[in-house]
């Protein structure tokens, strides 16, 4: 079955910093998305991407999925404690129309 | 209006007890999903419906029945509660199933067994 791993599982950083999370299946991926979960709320939808080497931003925030489609990597510039919460990568589970997530990665940004 | 609603919010319980979440969507989405967050944060797909037909069903126990009267509403009850029940419950919707849709999700339910 397919799975999806995230890495860090957890991150503090100081507002103002860069940071990086990444994505990785365990098969070629259909499409994939980035949600953002606030501490006991549910789940939003941040970015989709399908194609190999798709890029796409949002404000401060940049996914990208590299050309084999099976790694995919969320950045955020100058974060802000705004920014702090539970990131989760989701992806059709090859092509089952399972819906599966990864292990998360949960952010928080000091002020 | 909120787009994917579900009830109630907090749920606390003995074991033994059967209870029941509610979830509805406004959005006229065909596919509603119920998903399981543990304490550790891993979200875990239940089972989905596609215009009020079963489509995925995981290996939950038979004591989870999830019951769809209409393809805006998933409802999901369970008998004889246990400790290991406890955790976040989440409903979610997509336009369809067919897997490149972004969902839609409730705020949750914390289900608390004691």
């Known amino acids: 079955s397919q799975e999806l791993e995230q890495s860090p599982q957890s991150l503090i950083v100081q507002e103002g910093k860069n940071l990086t999370i990444n994505c990785t299946s365990s098969?070629?991926?259909?499409?994939l998305y980035w949600y953002k979960q606030k501490y006991g709320e549910g789940l939003i939808f941040l970015m989709m991407?399908?194609?190999?080497?798709e890029e796409k931003s949002h404000e401060k925030i940049t996914a990208k999925l590299d050309e084999k489609k099976q790694q995919s990597s969320l950045h955020i510039t100058a974060s802000q404690p705004s920014h702090a919460g539970i990131y989760l990568c989701?992806?059709?589970?090859?092509?089952?129309?399972?819906?599966?997530f990864g292990t998360g990665t949960r952010l928080k940004v000091l002020a | 209006d909120t787009a994917v609603s579900q009830t109630p919010k907090y749920l606390v319980t003995q074991m033994g007890n059967d209870k029941s979440i509610k979830c509805e969507q406004n959005?006229?989405?065909?596919?509603m999903y119920w998903y399981k967050q543990d304490s550790k944060k891993f979200l875990k797909i239940m089972f989905s419906?596609?215009?009020?037909?079963?489509?995925i069903n995981e290996t939950v126990p038979n004591r989870f029945s999830p019951k769809s009267p209409d393809k805006a509403h998933l409802n999901l009850h369970i008998n004889s509660l246990e400790l290991g029940d406890s955790a976040v419950y989440f409903c979610?919707?997509?336009?369809?199933?067919?897997?490149?849709?972004?969902?839609?999700f409730g705020s949750g339910t914390q289900l608390s067994v004691l």
């Open positions: 098969k070629t991926l259909y499409g």
């Open positions: 979610a919707s997509s336009r369809s199933a067919s897997g490149n849709e972004k969902l839609f």
């Open positions: 989701g992806a059709d589970a090859s092509g089952t129309y399972k819906y599966i």
């Open positions: 991407l399908q194609k190999g080497g």
């Open positions: 959005l006229g989405h065909d596919t």
């Open positions: 419906y596609n215009n009020k037909e079963l489509i």
